[in-house]
């Protein structure tokens, strides 16, 4: 009866296994198996689909349909769910002529903090903002200006931050100027130095809608997320 040459060459091709005088031929089965285990550890491990961060682990995010090609900016499954229905409402927005493409709400105190900030930001991104600094004249009604900067605006930004969180614990006007907004899905909050959670136990109607956190990500990948969004 023929030996089997594993022990002394091994079966680690197909040849040695064809010239062995005991397995010849048999293909399908005894020492086949390893050839099979070689043949899976050849393929490659399919890469991550998702997006890495700058500093090289993977964040898990996607880009949004809207983000131009070539577009670097990558959004969480939570973001998109937010702002995509904001961007349907924008496009519809987009041919209206002589419309500001963003309204910064902000509360007062930060007019030349976080809120001067974001609004740099945003023009630096070429966003035409209205913004209060800038668009209400001394002595006009700040309501009336607000209206109206809300009419003339493609989409709105509350800028969330522990001031303004005092403003409508105050029983300001913010949930007036907001509402409309809130039910046309036009406004975006971006809490700023707080959280969402205390946004919904102060306004829980403003706390109702995600947006965007500087606790996830730095104020200027917020401003360059806001400006694909208006962006015709």
């Given at each position: 009866m023929a030996r089997c040459t594993a022990p002394v060459h091994g079966h680690r091709s197909a040849s040695a296994r064809a010239n062995c005088p005991a397995c010849g031929g048999y293909s399908s089965r005894g020492y086949n198996s390893y050839s099979s285990y070689s043949s899976y550890s050849s393929y490659s491990t399919p890469s991550n689909s998702s997006s890495t961060n700058s500093s090289g682990?993977?964040?898990?995010?996607?880009?949004?349909?809207?983000?131009?090609?070539?577009?670097?900016?990558?959004?969480?499954?939570?973001e998109i769910r937010t702002l995509s229905p904001v961007r349907d409402n924008v496009a519809k927005r987009i041919e209206i002529p002589d419309l500001r493409d963003v309204f910064l709400c902000h509360a007062w105190d930060d007019r030349k903090g976080a809120a001067k900030e974001l609004h740099d930001l945003l023009e630096s991104n070429g966003v035409s903002v209205w913004f209060s600094e800038k668009d209400v004249l001394l002595g006009s009604s700040l309501l009336r200006e607000i209206d109206k900067g809300l009419a003339k605006s493609r989409v709105g930004i509350v800028l969330v931050t522990p001031s303004f969180l005092k403003r409508v614990k105050g029983e300001g006007i913010a949930d007036k100027e907001l509402s409309a907004l809130l039910a046309r899905d036009l406004l975006v909050p971006i809490v700023h130095d707080?959280?969402?959670?205390?946004?919904?136990?102060?306004?829980?109607l403003l706390g109702s809608r995600s947006g965007l956190s500087t606790i996830e990500e730095p104020?200027?990948?917020?401003?360059?997320?806001?400006?694909?969004?208006?962006?015709?």
């Amino acid at each position: 009866m023929a030996r089997c040459t594993a022990p002394v060459h091994g079966h680690r091709s197909a040849s040695a296994r064809a010239n062995c005088p005991a397995c010849g031929g048999y293909s399908s089965r005894g020492y086949n198996s390893y050839s099979s285990y070689s043949s899976y550890s050849s393929y490659s491990t399919p890469s991550n689909s998702s997006s890495t961060n700058s500093s090289g682990k993977s964040s898990g995010k996607v880009k949004a349909r809207w983000s131009p090609a070539g577009s670097t900016i990558f959004y969480t499954p939570e973001e998109i769910r937010t702002l995509s229905p904001v961007r349907d409402n924008v496009a519809k927005r987009i041919e209206i002529p002589d419309l500001r493409d963003v309204f910064l709400c902000h509360a007062w105190d930060d007019r030349k903090g976080a809120a001067k900030e974001l609004h740099d930001l945003l023009e630096s991104n070429g966003v035409s903002v209205w913004f209060s600094e800038k668009d209400v004249l001394l002595g006009s009604s700040l309501l009336r200006e607000i209206d109206k900067g809300l009419a003339k605006s493609r989409v709105g930004i509350v800028l969330v931050t522990p001031s303004f969180l005092k403003r409508v614990k105050g029983e300001g006007i913010a949930d007036k100027e907001l509402s409309a907004l809130l039910a046309r899905d036009l406004l975006v909050p971006i809490v700023h130095d707080t959280t969402f959670e205390e946004l919904r136990n102060v306004s829980p109607l403003l706390g109702s809608r995600s947006g965007l956190s500087t606790i996830e990500e730095p104020i200027v990948n917020i401003a360059a997320k806001l400006a694909e969004l208006v962006a015709p």
